[in-house]
Structures are given as structure tokens and as C-alpha cells.
């Protein structure tokens, strides 16, 4: 099993920035493709970027792409994502989730990742 926590989110101005963190416990995640997601209010959970298990393939949603960095530290089992340049459209609750041992792609399906964490909420203010 694994467990996963995200920080690092809050309230800030737009055009502001924001660096999550996701850390996992129970099992090594360094093994596995690792992705966030984010939900806003009356809206579906989607995709914003997911890292491949050695952090050398990336994939970003077009919303967030130049904005945000998605990165990992496999020695601290972190997977992180710096935002910048961020807009009110960005507000949502955003989760990092984990790809079950055997699978090497990043993928962009919910359905197809294990692991979940909580949720951090970021609120942009215009």
C-alpha cells in the first residue's frame, strides 16, 4: 500500500506562485509513473501533469503548459509541482496520485492510477 500527502497549497494572488509537494509512505513510489490532478467545484477531476518513474518523460495539460513544472526526488519518495503564472482558473483542489508497481507510462485517465492522496486546496484571487 501506499500513502500520499500533498502540501504546499493556499491562497494567492494572481500571477502568483505556488510549489506542491507529494510525499508518500508504506511502499517506494520511485518505481512508479506519478501524475496531479485537480478538481474544481462542479467540475470533473483532469489531468495537469504527470513524470515518468525516472523523472525523464514529462506530460502537461494544455492549460499548464510553460506554467507549471512537475518534478520528483525518488531518494525522498517526493513528487512535486511548481506553479507559476497562476490565474483564478487554476483554483481547484489539486491531488497527486500513483500508478500501480509494473506500469511505466504516464497516463491521463483517473481510473487508471492506484493511489490517491487528500487533496490540497489552491484558491487564486483575481
Known amino acids: 500500500q501506499v500513502q500520499l500527502v500533498e502540501s504546499g497549497g493556499g491562497l494567492v494572488q494572481a500571477g502568483g506562485s505556488l510549489r506542491l509537494s507529494c510525499a508518500a509512505s508504506g511502499r517506494t513510489i520511485s518505481s512508479v509513473p506519478m501524475s496531479w490532478f485537480r478538481q474544481a467545484p462542479g467540475k470533473e477531476r483532469e489531468f495537469v501533469a504527470g513524470?515518468?518513474?525516472?523523472?525523464?518523460?514529462?506530460d502537461y495539460a494544455a492549460s499548464v503548459k510553460g506554467r507549471f513544472t512537475i518534478s520528483r526526488d525518488n531518494a525522498k519518495n517526493t513528487v512535486y509541482l511548481q506553479m507559476n503564472s497562476l490565474n483564478p482558473e487554476d483554483t481547484a483542489v489539486y491531488y497527486c496520485?500513483?500508478?500501480?508497481?509494473?506500469?511505466?507510462?504516464?497516463?491521463?485517465?483517473?481510473?487508471?492510477?492506484?493511489?490517491w492522496g487528500q487533496g490540497t486546496q489552491v484558491t487564486v484571487s483575481s
Open positions: 513524470i515518468s518513474w525516472s523523472g525523464g518523460s514529462t
Open positions: 496520485a500513483a500508478r500501480s508497481l509494473g506500469w511505466s507510462r504516464v497516463v491521463r485517465t483517473v481510473a487508471d492510477y492506484t493511489y
